[in-house]
């Protein structure tokens, strides 16, 4: 069992590119979130999902869009990426979206945009 | 909505000394509040974790304690060893509405040997 892997491990991109990181979990767990983590901010929300077909929008989703088409995976794109969105990017998901589920992390991917 | 404050930023205590984290939150409506462990270049891990019906819990040698009243909890590790060393991150949420974690912006342990 893997549980909750994200790629890539880190990416340099130049400013307006395009790039999507991937987020895929093998727990059957109904909600998955995506956080940045910036050194003294802690941990954001950018956009999170309860359950398949549905998303929502944390503190900071401006220039990240999000989709949920199934259960286990959980993208998130930066249609423009420009210096600011430099950050480890964290997806995790919980069982069923209820606040006191645990959640459990990925990796993490650390995205550098010059 | 949700805003969660964390004190101190670093922390720096002798081993087998205690250690204090204190947090406070602003939504009354918050009732489940997590500690997260992050050690260096890795992912967060809850170490444990309150409900809002529960005025304090201990496991081994971390505890938390909860005053809903003031909007404040606290985590509280005793006998620290090196391993504890890590960057700690409290966090609250609540049942209704967008029920996703916010979390503190983190407090840097660092345990003397």
């Known amino acids: 069992i893997a549980g909750i892997t994200q790629a890539p491990t880190s990416q340099i991109l130049a400013a307006g590119r395009r790039m999507t990181l991937r987020c895929t979990q093998d727990?059957?767990?109904?909600?998955m979130y995506w956080y940045r983590q910036d050194l003294g901010l802690g941990l954001r929300l950018i956009h999170y999902s309860n359950t398949a077909g549905t998303t929502g929008k944390g503190e900071v989703p401006d220039g990240y869009s999000v989709s949920r088409a199934n259960t286990d995976d959980f993208p998130l794109t930066l249609a423009s990426a420009v210096p600011s969105q430099t950050s480890v990017y964290f997806c995790?998901?919980?069982?069923?979206?209820?606040?006191?589920?645990?959640?459990?992390f990925g990796p993490g991917t650390r995205l550098t945009v010059l | 909505g949700e805003n969660v404050e964390q004190h101190p930023s670093t922390l720096s205590v002798q081993e087998g000394d205690s250690a204090v984290i204190k947090c406070t939150y602003s939504?009354?409506?918050?009732?489940?509040f997590p500690w997260y462990k992050q050690e260096l270049g890795k992912r967060p891990q809850l170490i444990i974790d309150?409900?809002?019906?529960?005025g304090e819990k201990k496991d081994q040698r971390i505890a938390v304690t909860l005053n809903k009243t003031a909007k404040h909890f606290s985590l509280h590790i005793t006998e620290t060893q090196p391993e504890d060393s890590a960057v700690y991150f409290c966090a609250a949420s609540r049942d209704t509405g967008r029920r996703a974690l916010t979390f503190g912006s983190g407090t840097r342990l660092q345990v003397q040997p």
């Open positions: 939504d009354s409506a918050s009732n489940y």
């Open positions: 309150i409900r809002s019906n529960v």
């Open positions: 727990m059957r767990h109904n909600a």
């Open positions: 995790a998901s919980s069982d069923s979206g209820r606040a006191s589920d645990t959640q459990y």
